[in-house]
């Protein structure tokens, strides 16, 4: 069993920044990709970015959804089984409950579905201000 925990969310005036973290914890695993999806009230659970295993133990390819594209950036400490997300220039429309998740099933071709990822955290608060 894996367990996931978030943390770093919080309240932000928009322009502003925040750095989401969640580690990794349980059965010793080795994570073919890790993502953050988020979900506003009343929303589906949305892709924002991954971070994918792609071959060599330094080799990683990151995906973006467009709406963060050059604001968010996904990043991944092996060594402390931990993966980030530094929110940047933060815009109301960005408040939701964010998760992160892990695929350990195997390989991933694709990484933006919810149905790709085995184990889900229990989720951080963003909310940006206007």
């Known amino acids: 069993q894996v367990q996931l925990v978030e943390s770093g969310g919080g309240l932000v005036q928009a322009g502003g920044s925040l750095r989401l973290s969640c580690a990794a914890s349980?059965?010793?695993?080795?994570?073919?990709?890790m993502g953050w999806f988020r979900q506003a009230p009343g929303t589906e659970r949305d892709f924002v970015a991954a971070?994918?295993?792609?071959?060599?133990?330094?080799?990683?390819?990151?995906s973006y959804a467009d709406s963060v594209k050059g604001r968010f950036t996904i990043s991944r400490d092996v060594a402390k089984n931990t993966v980030y997300l530094h929110l940047n220039s933060l815009k109301p429309e960005d408040t939701a409950v964010y998760y992160c998740?892990?695929?350990?099933?195997?390989?991933?071709?694709?990484?933006?579905?919810?149905?790709?990822?085995?184990?889900w955290g229990q989720g951080t608060q963003v909310t940006v201000s206007s």
């Open positions: 998740a892990a695929r350990v099933r195997g390989a991933a071709v694709r990484v933006r579905g919810v149905e790709e990822y085995d184990y």
């Open positions: 349980g059965r010793t695993f080795r994570s073919y990709a």
């Open positions: 971070i994918r295993w792609s071959g060599g133990i330094s080799e990683y390819t990151n």
